[in-house]
């Protein structure tokens, strides 16, 4: 069962920091690969990171790579997503999903979304 829960968003100047946070009530995440998505007003959901079930690897799409970072804790059944150095390009709705996570890119099976959190990033 996947009872999934973002939080961790806000209002951020640009160059500035938030820690965004996926959290499930349901089954043991660790075991499953998670994946990042945002969606700006207007465009297309597009895939922004993941992390593997199976060996760790991670992705990042080029906009974001080398300044976000996602990492998983176990002890809160969680998976983060640091993001540091925020654009205005960030802005938009972020979302966790269980995913295929690969070395290229992100695959969601699903259609279903949560509420997601809101990152804004203006001066």
């Known amino acids: 069962q996947w009872q999934l829960a973002e939080s961790g968003g806000g209002s951020v100047q640009p160059g500035g920091s938030l820690r965004l946070s996926c959290v499930n009530s349901?089954?043991?995440?660790?075991?499953?690969?998670v994946g990042w998505f945002r969606q700006a007003p207007g465009k297309e959901r597009e895939g922004v990171s993941c992390?593997?079930?199976?060996?760790?690897?991670?992705y990042y799409a080029d906009s974001v790579k080398g300044r976000f970072t996602i990492s998983r804790d176990n002890a809160k059944n969680a998976v983060n997503l640091q993001m540091n150095s925020l654009k205005s390009e960030d802005t938009g709705v972020y979302y966790c999903?269980?995913?295929?996570?690969?070395?290229?890119?992100?695959?969601?099976?699903?259609?279903?979304w949560g509420e997601g959190t809101q990152v804004t990033v203006s001066s």
């Open positions: 349901g089954v043991t995440l660790a075991y499953y690969s």
């Open positions: 999903v269980p995913v295929s996570c690969y070395e290229r890119g992100i695959w969601y099976g699903g259609n279903e």
């Open positions: 992390i593997s079930g199976s060996d760790g690897h991670t």
